[in-house]
């Protein structure tokens, strides 16, 4: 089943892609929580034609991610948080955390564009993606010290 994404899905595609999913996936959750509606013949004229007005805002779009990543690209950020002797935290260090160092930093990055590839449980430094935009991304350094 083809259909056409309104929203970004996480390991899916972006807003506006026609992509290819199993029927049950398509019925009985794209299209109830309207994440996504029957790619048609009229639904992909009608795409298309939207696409063709929305493309300088799309280059604008990007321009911005292009610069928040060229501010972001190396960056190294520290997040103290409560240890054992050991090196192991309690808890662990999320996106949200990231997300909140950036901000404190001056830099607004939404925090679901910050993939953390595996949690960080431990002290130590860490490279981090952030994907801005479809056509974007960067990595940050994260140094995890104890408080």
Do not use: W
Not at 7 to 22: A, F, P, Q, R, S
Not at 61 to 73: F, G, P, S, V
Not at 98 to 127: H, N, Q, S, W
Request: hydrophobic residues 45%; aromatic residues 4%.
């Amino acid at each position: 089943m083809e259909v056409i994404l309104k929203e970004d899905v996480i390991n899916l595609g972006y807003k506006d892609d026609i992509v290819t999913v199993k029927n049950g996936y398509g019925r009985n959750y794209l299209i109830p929580l309207k994440k996504a509606v029957l790619a048609t013949e009229s639904a992909k004229k009608v795409l298309a034609e939207n696409l063709k007005q929305r493309a300088h805002k799309l280059a604008k779009i990007k321009q911005d991610a292009e610069d928040l990543a060229a501010k972001l690209n190396g960056k190294a950020i520290t997040i103290a948080t409560k240890a054992s002797a050991s090196g192991k935290i309690f808890g662990s260090v999320t996106n949200i955390q990231v997300a909140d160092a950036l901000e404190k930093e001056g830099l607004t990055v939404d925090r679901k564009t910050i993939a953390i590839a595996e949690p960080i449980k431990e002290l130590g430094d860490y490279e981090i993606a952030i994907k801005l935009h479809r056509e974007v991304s960067c990595k940050i350094n994260v140094s995890v010290v104890a408080e």
